[in-house]
Structures are given as C-alpha cells and as structure tokens.
C-alpha cells in the first residue's frame, strides 16, 4: 500500500477544503473522511483492492472543493485531476486508471453501471457517509436552508432515504442497521 500517497492526499484535501475558493467549507473535508472510512470497510468486506477504493475516495470530489463551476461534471472533472495528481508519484497507469473508474462512477445521482468491486466500495461509501454527518444535515436544513422543525426533519429523513436507496444490494443489507437507528432518532 501506498502509504505515501494516502498521506499526501489527506494533506492536500484538507489544505483545499481550507481555502476561501470551496464553496462547501470545511464540512465537506468531513464528508470526505468519512468516504474513506466507509470505502475502507467496504473494500475489507468486498474482497477489493484497499488502495484503489481509497485513493478514489479521497479525491472523488476533489473537482468540487476545487473549482464550484465543475461541481455538476465534478465526477468528469475529478478523474481528470485524479490522473495529473497521481502521474506526480509515478502511480501505475493502470491503477490510475481503476481510480478515475472509482470517481467518475462514485455519483449515486447519476445512473452509471458499477463493474468493478472497487467503484461498488466508492459509490456506497459516498452514499452512506451522509449518515455519519447527520448533523451536517441538520445545520444544512436549519441554518443555511432556514426550514422549520418539519420541513427540516422531513428534508434530512428524505435525503437519508434517498442516500440508502442508491446503496447496492449487498450495502443496504450491511448498513441496514445504521439506517434504522438514525432513521429512528430523527422520529
């Protein structure tokens, strides 16, 4: 495993969700930690390969904290600069090839077939990271949203649903659980 890189891209993704270009703040390095995490567990679960499905992770969206204008092709965007940023440590091309697989894939919100395990692990660890940071959601429905207490539970439970649906298979049976606890502290 390519601990130098894992290291480097943690470094490099925490430095851009810093600056005053990422329109998501700071939260969104959260976000992506928790996609690691996840990818990481679901790669282990798999049978995938751990560094791929991780590599992907930390930069599936690195276009998005990059540069806002690419947030709606940000999964094109991303595996483009996936290529260049891997190409400085000499990363095999095949395997940079897996890795922009991974995020041009990982967007449950676009239809696109998931062949390999490791676009499966990254597709899933995005979707269900939303339920690591529920309270991201609460602050994103209360404050920046302004809904009342309804509407902003009825939002966050909605967009909860609509992440546990994108999940595979075989995720919705893992995560089953996690869903249903959340689900039942938002009532």
Same mark, same amino acid.
């Given at each position: ?6 290291? @480097?891209?943690?470094?490099e993704?925490y430095?851009r969700?810093?600056?005053?270009? @990422? ?20 790669a282990e679960?798999y ?52 890795v922009?697989?991974?995020?041009r894939?990982?967007r ?8 390999t ?13 939303h339920f690591d940071?529920?309270?991201?959601l ?5 404050v ?9 539970k009825?939002f ?12 595979s ?19």
């Amino acid at each position: 495993m390519r601990e130098d890189i894992l290291e @480097n891209l943690q470094h490099e993704i925490y430095d851009r969700c810093q600056k005053q270009t @990422n329109k998501f703040g700071i939260g969104i390095y959260y976000h992506i930690v928790e996609v690691v995490n996840n990818a990481e567990i679901l790669a282990e679960k798999y049978g995938a390969d751990k560094e791929i499905v991780m590599i992907a992770a930390w930069l599936h969206d690195i276009a998005s904290i990059t540069d806002y204008n690419l947030y709606e092709l940000h999964h094109i965007h991303g595996a483009e600069m996936a290529h260049l940023i891997l190409k400085e440590y000499d990363y095999d091309d095949k395997r940079i090839s897996l890795v922009q697989k991974c995020i041009r894939n990982h967007r449950g919100s676009i239809r696109s077939e998931k062949i390999t395990l490791e676009e499966l692990c990254v597709a899933d660890a995005d979707a269900i990271s939303h339920f690591d940071s529920v309270p991201s959601l609460l602050y994103l429905a209360y404050v920046q949203k302004g809904m009342g207490i309804e509407e902003g539970k009825t939002f966050v439970k909605d967009t909860l649903t609509r992440s546990f649906q994108k999940l595979s298979a075989e995720s919705k049976q893992y995560y089953q659980d996690k869903f249903e606890k959340v689900m039942e502290v938002l009532g």
